[in-house]
């Protein structure tokens, strides 16, 4: 079963462009919503999260949207260097607010590439 | 320790031999988790431990994998009778408990090669 949907699987930008990459979900118990991004030989780090509560976050160049009644949520790249290049996995778990513990279910990733 | 420490770093194993992964949390993180990342594809949730809790194992594939974590710190995956489907990048992240965190901070994985 597969609980949090990504797409596209791979992403090519052009520098100083902006990469988009959307999430879906199918479980409304989830309430926490990050991004990480991954080098390779590297493992995942966090990039940004988000809660329900709120539509949007930014963090520099990096955007999370949020829809809660779509189930959907989406990473914003603006701006997208050379450096950005990397795998992006969004993922989702339940219990930062009802409590419980935050087990993370991963999306199938996207290979971003920036060209300069 | 400064992160999430795992070893080995890479594996090669023969089909039906037994293998041993270690993953060495940050320090004072009560929650551990084990994902499997096959080539190209997203992370496969395996096990999870929190704290004196019992483990989640959900996510386990079959009874030839097992994991353990020992003293709340150091924790041990186990896969008996390696098959070549088995061949993945697994890794380990850890995390302090709700409600003070929630990111989980991955170590660079265990590269294993069944042939």
């Known amino acids: 079963q597969q609980q949090v949907k990504q797409s596209p699987q791979s992403l090519i930008v052009q520098k100083g462009g902006i990469s988009i990459i959307n999430c879906a979900y199918e479980n409304t118990a989830f309430d926490y919503f990050p991004w990480y991004q991954q080098f390779p030989g590297k493992g995942p780090a966090l990039l940004i999260a988000?809660?329900?509560?709120?539509s949007e976050k930014k963090e520099g160049r990096f955007t999370i949207s949020f829809n809660k009644s779509a189930k959907q949520f989406s990473l914003h790249i603006m701006d997208s260097q050379p450096g950005d290049s990397a795998t992006y996995f969004c993922?989702?778990?339940?219990?930062?607010?009802?409590?419980?513990?935050?087990?993370?279910?991963f999306g199938a990733g996207t290979r971003l590439a920036v060209h300069p | 320790g400064a992160g999430v420490s795992q070893s080995p770093s890479n594996k090669v194993t023969e089909k039906g031999k037994d293998v041993e992964l270690r993953c060495d949390p940050i320090s004072g993180h009560t929650a551990l988790y084990w994902y499997r990342q096959s080539l190209g594809q997203g992370l496969e949730f395996l096990i999870y431990?929190?704290?004196?809790?019992?483990?989640?194992k959900s996510g386990l594939p079959s009874d030839r994998f097992s994991a353990e974590r020992t003293g709340g710190s150091v924790s041990t995956l186990t896969i008996q009778r390696t098959q070549q489907e088995d061949s993945a990048v697994y890794l380990c992240?850890?995390?302090?408990?709700?409600?003070?965190?929630?990111?989980?901070?991955f170590g660079q994985g265990t590269r294993l090669t069944v042939v």
């Open positions: 993922a989702a778990s339940k219990g930062l607010i009802s409590g419980g513990y935050n087990k993370l279910i």
């Open positions: 988000i809660r329900p509560d709120v």
């Open positions: 431990f929190q704290g004196n809790s019992a483990p989640d």
């Open positions: 992240a850890s995390s302090l408990a709700r409600p003070m965190n929630t990111e989980a901070f």
